[in-house]
């Protein structure tokens, strides 16, 4: 089902991680089944019409997603509550957190809406 990031998933060496990091990308494909996988800069992302809704990346301490500033502005308080440390435009979940699922539904349904007439890979 997340076929185009195997290579990717492979790469990760720690085996909970890479368990981990798997079920986030297969979650928001089964959740999202429009949304098309692409793997650049690195890192898995989905977009929607040719524009980048939702990217992950994995660094030692954390598994990070990166929505764009607009989102991290919008739900900027659920990511705060959720410690999920905050950059402008990604937040970083440590590996000991708990993942909400429910947020992250909020925010890649919040891109999809607010990304729907964008032309451009990134916003604008």
């Not at 368990?19 to 989905?46: I, S």
């Not at 659920?78 to 440390?85: S, T």
Request: glycine share 4%; net charge positive.
């Amino acid at each position: 089902m997340i076929t185009e990031f195997e290579d990717y998933l492979r790469k990760i060496d720690d085996p909970s991680q890479q368990a981990r990091v798997r079920e986030v990308l297969t979650w928001v494909q089964t959740e999202f089944p429009q949304l098309k996988q692409r793997y650049a800069w690195n890192q898995p992302m989905f977009t929607d019409h040719g524009t980048f809704i939702i990217g992950f990346s994995v660094a030692k301490p954390h598994l990070a997603f990166a929505p764009e500033g607009p989102a991290m502005v919008k739900f900027a308080d659920q990511i705060a509550a959720n410690q999920y440390n905050p950059g402008k435009k990604f937040g970083r979940i440590k590996w000991t957190q708990p993942v909400d699922y429910d947020l992250l539904h909020q925010i890649i349904a919040f891109n999809i809406a607010d990304k729907l007439a964008c032309t451009t890979f990134w916003r604008k």
